[in-house]
């Protein structure tokens, strides 16, 4: 299906289901890290298709926080590096096989 409006293209990935957020499609460009920030925010099983690392440089401080709001299982590893973030939040986290990389960030602080 093409998109004929940039309008009805991002309200059409606005919300994805809880089975597409747990086994996502790859990301590659910082548009396809938006649209997974945005259509999978709050949801509480987060995932790849294909293993993946996830790069918080991609996204904003919201977007981020946003997207791990809710989560509670995270099936990739994050890195957060070289991004300008004060603060993370990943509340209900269980679970994250790779954990979570915090490098050169001395002013980062999370929950």
Do not use: W
């Not at 791990?68 to 990739?76: D, L, M, S, T, V």
């Not at 603060?87 to 980062?108: F, M, N, R, T, W």
């Amino acid at each position: 299906m093409a998109c004929f409006s940039a309008l009805l293209c991002t309200y059409a990935h606005a919300f994805f289901t809880v089975q597409e957020c747990a086994s996502y499609p790859a990301l590659v460009t910082d548009a396809d890290y938006v649209r997974f920030a945005e259509g999978c925010a709050g949801k509480e099983v987060l995932g790849f298709k294909v293993q993946q690392e996830f790069h918080a440089i991609r996204l904003t401080e919201p977007l981020f926080n946003g997207l791990f709001a809710n989560a509670r299982r995270i099936n990739f590893h994050i890195y957060v590096q070289n991004t300008e973030f004060r603060h993370i939040e990943l509340p209900s986290v269980e679970y994250i096989p790779g954990g979570l990389a915090q490098l050169s960030h001395p002013k980062l602080s999370y929950d």
